[in-house]
């Protein structure tokens, strides 16, 4: 789903850039400051992990299977990690393959 909102927003901007009209800007218009204000992006707070969610997380860590996962998908070719549990490694493996459809799950020697 994240490739298809990226395709559509990449669209949008080159629909966007495709069609503007120039227009002759005065030097007296500029310093005017008419137009849109300028917004400053600020980096959002991270949310706070609840402890139930980080003991999971850790236990997951410390006794789980570990896998590197490769998606093609994206522009450049993005590595993660994927740690889940199971029976064996085959079903973990299972596990991480179906959370990243489209990607290459690689075991992780420990």
């Known amino acids: ?18 069609n503007t009209v120039a227009a002759p800007a005065s030097p007296a218009g500029l ?3 008419s137009g ?3 917004v400053l992006a600020q980096a959002q707070e991270k949310k706070s992990e609840p402890i139930k969610q980080k003991i999971k997380r850790i236990w997951r860590n410390w006794t789980g299977y ?7 998908a994206l522009i450049p070719l993005s590595h993660s990690t994927c740690t889940e549990t199971g029976k064996n490694r085959e079903e973990a493996r299972a596990k991480c393959q179906s959370r990243n459809p489209l990607c290459a799950v690689n075991s992780i020697s420990r």
Do not use: E, N, W, Y
């Open 31 to 33: 310093s005017q400051g």
């Open 66 to 72: 570990k896998f590197d996962v490769a998606c093609p």
């Open 36 to 38: 849109a204000p300028i």
């Open 1 to 18: 789903m994240r490739h298809i909102a990226l395709l559509a927003a990449a669209a949008f901007v080159i629909a966007a850039t495709g």
